[in-house]
């Protein structure tokens, strides 16, 4: 079936240290891209956003790249804090216009060691 | 700005039952999704609502339907569970724009047993 990234991986890192967790997508028509984090017992939470005619995109710690040629999204947070520690999912934009869908990754544990 | 809002938070039914979800999204949202999460397949979206209208159904068999009033709330029920409906039932809100990323409630888990 459709899909943005395949495996529920664990990356595991050090407080501080930056975390850069990435994403497959598998529609090259697709022009909208969004990362969120989900903590236990909770909903996906908004982070960033980026659409297709950027590379690069910057928040509040956090910086979103994408690169169209090998259909691949990152999502990189600085100076990594226990907060931080959540499932990350990718999720494509599939449709027209606002009526849309989401096709979510199978999303990515963040464990922040102290 | 309240957030999105569902209720009940959690739901334990019998299977051949029904069961009725509510989501009030954000103040000034006019579109509705719900998305489905499981742990084995992730999360799967079931529809959307906009102005009271369906614009866009995920494959889903049509037990799962849902509903969208004139103030934007929503319901989604599921007729005759079954023990794979077993799952954290998501509702976002956006507002439409053409770059506006959905925000989640907290989601209903439902178990059947």
């Known amino acids: 079936g459709e899909s943005v990234g395949l495996h529920l991986p664990t990356l595991s890192v050090q407080e501080g240290d930056n975390s850069i967790i990435n994403c497959a997508y598998s529609?090259?028509?697709?022009?909208?891209f969004i990362w969120y984090k989900q903590e236990s017992g909770k909903g996906p939470q908004f982070i960033i956003d980026i659409r297709s005619n950027m590379d690069k995109r910057q928040g509040q710690r956090v910086t979103v790249l994408l690169n169209k040629t090998v259909k691949h999204l990152s999502l990189q947070i600085a100076a990594t804090q226990p907060g931080d520690s959540a499932v990350y999912f990718c999720?494509?934009?599939?449709?027209?216009?606002?009526?849309?869908?989401?096709?979510f990754g199978s999303g990515t544990r963040l464990l922040v060691r102290p | 700005k309240a957030g999105v809002t569902q209720t009940p938070r959690y739901l334990i039914k019998t299977r051949g039952q029904q069961v009725t979800l509510s989501c009030s999204p954000i103040s000034g949202h006019r579109s509705v999704s719900w998305y489905q999460q499981t742990p084995g397949q992730g999360l799967q979206f079931l529809f959307e609502y906009f102005s009271e209208t369906q614009r866009n159904k995920g494959n889903f068999p049509g037990r799962f339907s849902g509903r969208q009033f004139s103030n934007s709330r929503s319901e989604m029920n599921v007729s005759t569970l079954e023990l794979g409906d077993s799952a954290l039932y998501l509702c976002?809100?956006?507002?439409?724009?053409?770059?506006?990323?959905?925000?989640f409630g907290n989601g209903t888990r439902l178990t059947v047993t």
């Open positions: 529609n090259s028509a697709s022009d909208y």
């Open positions: 976002a809100s956006s507002n439409a724009g053409f770059d506006s990323p959905l925000h």
């Open positions: 999720a494509e934009k599939k449709g027209m216009d606002s009526s849309y869908k989401l096709i």
